[in-house]
């Protein structure tokens, strides 16, 4: 059974800096594709990054690109979201999501068949 849960949210001033983590459990990373996306209230669920299952390449948003990096620990079997210059906007609950892909990756949400339970992400002074 695919397992993903999420931690690491927290309140962050503007400008700080914030690391996720989503541990796996259930499969290994070797056969998904990663993705972290993020809703805040009111707006549409929107794709922030995604890591390819051979780790290889990141599709990235425009709105994080240069901010926001995405990487994976094989043994642990966690992928981690690091977030610096963070900025008001960036409040919302962050998810990870995982599907079974050979190769590619997307910032769209059916491309992946399971979701973590998300943590909250909070930028303000």
């Known amino acids: 059974q695919v397992q993903l849960v999420e931690s690491g949210g927290a309140l962050v001033q503007p400008g700080g800096s914030l690391r996720l983590s989503c541990a796996a459990s259930?499969?290994?990373?070797?056969?998904?594709?990663i993705g972290w996306f993020r809703q805040a209230p009111g707006k549409e669920r929107e794709g922030v990054l995604c890591l390819t299952s051979s780790g290889g390449s990141t599709y990235i948003a425009n709105s994080v690109k240069g901010r926001f990096t995405i990487s994976r620990d094989n043994a642990k079997n966690t992928v981690f979201l690091q977030m610096n210059s963070l900025k008001p906007e960036d409040t919302a609950v962050y998810y990870c999501?995982?599907?079974?892909?050979?190769?590619?990756?997307?910032?769209?949400?059916?491309?992946?068949?399971?979701w973590g339970q998300g943590t909250q992400v909070t930028v303000s002074s």
């Open positions: 259930g499969f290994t990373l070797d056969y998904y594709a």
């Open positions: 999501a995982a599907g079974r892909r050979s190769t590619g990756c997307s910032l769209y949400p059916r491309f992946f068949d399971s």
